[in-house]
């Protein structure tokens, strides 16, 4: 799957403006490229049940919110409405 793919799957109503911020802006394609990062680290089953992996993700899922409430934000800086920003609920 590609950057695009990606974020069109996570973000289906902003993936133009998305691409148009990410190629301007270097922190924000920082944030996408560690929201992407963090979603895929979440994505794989946990390697054991201890208290430390479970803390660890933890602790990933709540970096994972804190990015998205960033690309959200920034989007609806630029002019998407929250409606659009949030219609797909956060998947792991």
């Known amino acids: 799957m ?3 793919e990606f974020f069109e799957s996570q973000f289906p109503e902003a993936g133009r403006l998305l691409r148009d911020l990410r190629a301007k802006d270097q922190e924000f394609d920082r944030i996408c490229r560690d929201y992407k990062e963090v979603f895929a680290e979440l994505a794989v089953p946990p390697r054991s049940q201890s208290v430390l992996q479970m803390r660890y993700l933890a602790d990933l899922a709540e970096s994972l919110s804190d ?7 920034r989007l609806q800086a630029h002019g998407l409405d929250s409606e659009s920003v949030r219609n797909k609920d956060l998947e792991v």
């Open 67 to 73: 990015l998205r409430s960033s690309i959200d934000g």
């Open 2 to 4: 590609t950057d695009d």
